[in-house]
């Protein structure tokens, strides 16, 4: 099957390709910041919004999960991306009723994903009819029995999902999964399906809590800090600031990833005068450039070092007080680890044993250690046995529970973690099950609901016929994009209650319905006065946010507005839970969550602290584990995965350019890799060039090839990608998504998680039959 590029990005074939850069942020970062927001908002209004970002009485950015500082915060407490996606949501562009009757759903489709996002905040709710070419506005009742209409027609329950994207606040999920469940389903996907879930899978096994045990101030303290398979330059840049206050005190920062992220390598603070007109501070250490894939083995070969120099030099290098009291699997893991196969460990990783003997010295001889991590660790089939042996290398030196150590995921979403926290899971514990239960008098189902591949798989096999999404861009987020797209096209329903024009509007149902809500940065006002929501950031803090913008229209509800009419319209006004109030005042929603989500007792008065509270983490807290199987951490003894790639192929990863945030296409630039004005190049190595006889410059249609794919097709092609000579690790290439996830197959996922394989697809590169160039 092949997949065609949209009509207008025809421009891809001869983009501007220069010298990656060696540094991020400065001056250009402050640049485009303001540039953007004069584009969308114009001067007046961008000062005004930019200045209430990520601030205590202000709006918590729509980007990444990173947190605020506690205490103290700077005028400008963001980044070049948050400036970027507030400008997005500000923006004066409009899309209402007269852009939908000028423009068909077929016209739109023909589009790329940034045309798309570029026209503006939707007005108004609309409703495509079966067999219609365009969208017509619909008023909100209307809109509700439409959708209730059809849930209630399906022949169970079963038959629809209900799927969220990380911006969700705590509020609108935790009353959107209580609606879902309560309609009969626990048909819950997310997107975080898609990036964290092994970190959550591995993490509860081995130190019983799926989050990571560091906070913003450990990151300060830590003495040394391995940032593996993460990019914090695009895609949680304030981590920057961070990482540049822990090199002023000291610390040493070890960078793991196939590619030189400039963001890796020196950091030019916009935040003062020495950043902005110096040379900023150097970050990385050392730097291994990593073949994709072969972090568990990297680790393996740090773990069997630390146990060897602990051999010569007993009491030295594991922390045996820890170990002994606070751990189980020790032995296993430890003689697991004694056979380990450096030429296998060489050929995992690419790696030269020197080159890890030097960073496993560096383990042995740090005090605070924390490991980051993102989804060049979580995209792989071995992802959970990769971030076990993380955990593994951190428990043995007793790197958890202590200031400025532990394990530290990096969530990609702004609310993502909080969403999970609130209930969006497709297999939440009983205790929760039972809780809601008593809480508002319905009956929830047990039976664990579908993920985000199992969603698809069911609605390519006809057994999920209605969609409903709150947030997100579902079709273009999601591997595989021809088989999403037929399946998405499949359903009787499709719904997506959105800010502005994406992908999954024009890929839909047989009835498609956009329910168009504020973005954060806009005034709620409710029946019950003006309401503030409240987010979870990466490292567990839950505080408030509350916009100040007009909203983009009048017809415009919040989220929690759509979750509780389409309640009412669903169940009626005499269930259990009181919808309607609950929709007028959000501090009655917060009151339910104290009594039903664990650590959020007393919710009403916590969230309204200055800098709001931190959930309990027990590792982090108490050094204590409970909930993993004997109450203690788990050591884990895992078998090697070598990533094997036939002759004359690659390993390709999908990766974010600078200029998006997931999939969110603010520009066609990707600053520092050197690209401008392109999306369909691929990267690779100048040496796999060579060996495969193509040119920097050509124009190639990536074919993926899996030959294990239980459907039996092997083999998936996106057409016309312009190869530019890059310095990524040999074999590895690289290339943006969504684009590229049209080769990324939906049923090759990751043991335990169910995550797609993003990291690791085996490609060819074949002379695309419509070379332009
Ligand atoms: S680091 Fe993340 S949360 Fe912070 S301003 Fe940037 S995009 Fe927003």
Redesign the pocket.
Known sequence: MTRKPPVDDVNDDNPDVREPKRWAAGIPGVAVSLNRGVQQMGAARTARTLRL??QREGF???????P?PQGHRKLA???????K?VAEEATRRRVGPEFFAEHSVAELAGRTDHWLGQQGRITHPVLLRPGATHYEPVDWATAFEVIAGKLRGLSTPDEAAFYTSGRTSNEAAFLYQLMVRSFGTNNLPDCSNMCHESSGAALAETTGIGKGSVTLADLTIADLIVVVGQNPGTN????LSALEEAKGAGAKIVAVNPLPEAGLLRFKNPQNARGLLGRGTELADEFLQIRLGGDQALFQAIGHLLLAWEDEAPGTVVDRDFVDTRSEGFAEYAEHLRGLDWARVERATGLDRAEIEGVARMFAESERTIVCWAMGITQHKHSVPTIREIANVVLLRGMIGKPGAGLCPVRGH?NVQGDRTMGIWEKMPEKFLAALEEEFGVDVPREPGLDTVGAIRAMRGGKVRAFFAVGGNFVAAAPDTEVTEAAMRSCELTVQVSTKLNRSHVVHGETALILPVRGRTERDLQAGGEQFVTVE?SMSVVHRSRGRLEPASDQLLSEVGVVCGLALALFGPEHPVPWAELAGDYDLIREHIARVVPGCEDYNARVRLPDGFVLPNAPRDSREFTGTRDDKAVFTANPLTVLEVPEGRLLLQTLRSHDQ?NTTIYGLDDRYRGIKDARRVVLVNPDDLTGLGLADGAIVDLVGEWPDDPTGRVERRAERFRVVSYPTARGCAAAYFPEANAVVPLDSTADQSNTPTSKSIVVRLEVSAHNHV
């Open positions: 970002l990520n918590d950015c729509p980007g990444c999960a990173w605020e407490e963001f980044c070049e991306n948050g400036a996606a949680h840049p304030r981590m702004s950031d945030y």
